[in-house]
């Protein structure tokens, strides 16, 4: 039988999908303390593969992977969207997509034209500006984005708030909040055509997962 191959973002929502696994008595496989990058399930017939937030979107659309569970931040960041099938949300590592800048400074935002912004995140930075006609300069940063406002870099930053504590711990607040993201979990498409009742299958087992925490 072939296995089917899940492709994991490493880092921010990591710990929850093991958490679920763990309830699944799936994690055995996986052992986390290794430098490994690729395990198989033999019991269930899975092989799981480690890898960055921002490539699991490659492997799924490329077909190594035939599933992926990534954050929705990275797939609507990622240029081949569209490519692949978002399936299921897993409904953790939930937190949401603000502007923010200095506290008090918010009047300059909303009166300000060829507003600097810095983020991680281009793409869904430059669409929601340009979705209400606003033209910005963007400022591509690869972390600490909070610092950019502070520095004088930029003039706001689009960036995740989850806690919203490092926002706060830099004297910054939101000026408005842009939607809410989750970890999804995603499919190529010919593999969920293909695999149909497998990846069903999968998304069953992630589901009771889901209920049995509510
Ligand atoms: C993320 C994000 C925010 C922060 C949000 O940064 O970019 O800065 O976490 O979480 P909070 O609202 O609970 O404080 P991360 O720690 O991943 O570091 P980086 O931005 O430097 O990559
Ligand atoms: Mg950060």
Not at 72 to 84: A, G, M
Not at 147 to 163: F, K, Y
């Amino acid at each position: 039988m072939d296995n089917l191959t899940i492709a994991i973002a490493k880092g921010r929502i990591e710990k929850d999908i093991y958490r679920r696994l763990e309830a699944l008595n799936m994690e055995k496989w996986i052992d986390r303390d290794s430098r490994k990058l690729i395990f198989t399930d033999e019991e269930n017939h899975i092989t799981y593969i480690h890898v960055k937030p921002s490539d699991v979107v490659t492997y799924v659309e490329k077909g190594v992977a035939d599933l992926g569970i990534v954050g929705k931040d990275t797939i609507l960041e990622n240029e081949n969207e569209s490519e692949v099938y978002e399936l299921y949300d897993l409904g953790f590592g939930k937190c949401k997509f603000s502007v923010a800048g200095m506290k008090g400074k918010k009047d300059k935002y909303l009166t300000s034209e060829n507003l600097k912004v810095a983020t991680k995140y281009p793409v869904i930075a430059k669409n929601f500006f340009k979705s209400r006609g606003q033209k910005i300069d963007i400022i591509k940063l690869n972390g600490s984005v909070e610092l950019g406002p502070i520095v004088g870099l930029s003039d706001v930053i689009v960036d995740l708030v989850e806690t919203g504590n490092t926002i706060k711990a830099n004297g910054l607040e939101v000026y408005e909040d842009l939607f809410d993201i989750s970890a999804r979990i995603i499919a190529n498409r010919v593999s969920y055509k293909f695999n149909y009742d497998k990846i069903q299958k999968i998304i069953d087992l992630f589901d009771s997962t889901v209920k049995a925490s509510d």
